[in-house]
């Protein structure tokens, strides 16, 4: 009996709305549907009576209810305390990351970091910004070196690190190569190279265009920056980013207008941590950007 299925059933007998627990649970009401049909199917018993407008604990979900949510309830302590012990005698970090983490002056920190503390192990997992957020507040991570447009619209503790505006990343022979500022709309004849839609920077970049007036033509879609940077040095068309830390020598970066501003920063679950969490946090906040003061992180 998987511990998931027990407590999709606790937090619906609760709730008693498949929309509300799928958002407590982080995960879709499908799912959460999915998971009482095959627990039910185990145990033998409807969980649940349903018709078209409501949901209501059957006579046996309402016998079992109080010894699943003991089990549950057990179950979060165990986890709890084996995270506390992992933290507190393994010594690990569990940093979750973006892509182009290594790209950014803060990853060479952490690294020092690493070098002072070498009793604590940094792990990083390279995850893209939108499944971050879920993955920390399933506390599957310690913290998240994330990008986002709307810091202020997080509810976790923040670390303001840097913003960064959308640049076009030109061949060096085009036309606008040497220009300091251009028009989006002058853009419109152009071949574009993009970075994956499951990015943070996909759906941007779609929309500044159709504010200035045209659907971009999409050449190439990649995961990498990299590779984009690439292409676009190889005259396979241009690219609207954030200013890339990476440099190209065949690449020129030019300012667009209009625009939009990205925040990168650091991300952690409100609440209590441990020790060497906190040590890690602390040691983050030496970086983080000046005069910050309207994301409510303190």
């Known amino acids: 009996m998987e511990i998931n299925k027990l407590r999709a059933f606790v937090d619906l007998a609760k709730?008693?709305?498949f929309s509300e627990t799928a958002e407590n649970l982080y995960t879709s009401q499908s799912t959460i549907s999915k998971q009482i049909k095959s627990l039910e199917k185990e145990l033998g018993q409807e969980l649940f009576e349903r018709n078209n407008k409501n949901v209501a604990l059957s006579e046996y979900g309402k016998l079992?209810?109080?010894?699943?949510?003991?089990?549950?309830?057990?179950?979060?302590?165990?986890?709890?305390?084996?995270?506390?012990f992992k933290n507190n005698n393994s010594g690990q970090i569990r940093l979750g990351i973006i892509p182009t983490?290594?790209?950014?002056?803060?990853?060479?920190?952490?690294?020092?970091?690493q070098k002072l503390k070498p009793d604590i192990s940094l792990a990083l997992q390279e995850i893209e910004t939108n499944q971050l957020i879920n993955t920390l507040k399933q506390k599957q991570v310690d913290a998240a070196f994330i990008r986002t447009m709307m810091p202020e619209k997080l509810d976790f503790e923040k670390i303001i690190i840097a913003q960064e505006s959308f640049t076009v990343c030109l061949n060096k022979e085009h036309p606008f190569a040497n220009k300091n500022e251009i028009k989006l709309s002058d853009l419109k004849d152009e071949t574009f190279i993009m970075l994956?839609?499951?990015s943070l920077l996909y759906e941007p970049v779609i929309n500044l265009c159709r504010k200035a007036g045209f659907d971009p033509k999409i050449s190439f879609v990649s995961d990498r920056m990299?590779?984009?940077?690439q292409m676009v040095e190889n005259k396979q068309g241009v690219a609207i980013l954030m200013h890339p830390q990476t440099k190209k020598?065949?690449?020129s970066f030019v300012s667009i207008k209009p625009t939009l501003?990205?925040?990168?920063l650091f991300i952690r679950n409100k609440g209590n941590h441990s020790k060497i969490e906190n040590d890690f946090w602390n040691y983050l906040k030496q970086f983080e950007m000046p005069n910050w003061n309207n994301c409510g992180n303190r």
């Open 226 to 229: 990299s590779s984009i940077l």
């Open 101 to 113: 983490f290594a790209n950014y002056d803060i990853f060479k920190q952490t690294m020092v970091y």
């Open 249 to 251: 020598s065949e690449v």
């Open 64 to 84: 079992i209810l109080p010894n699943a949510e003991k089990i549950v309830l057990l179950s979060d302590w165990i986890s709890k305390e084996t995270s506390e």
């Open 15 to 17: 709730t008693l709305s």
């Open 261 to 264: 501003t990205s925040t990168l």
């Open 196 to 198: 994956a839609k499951n």
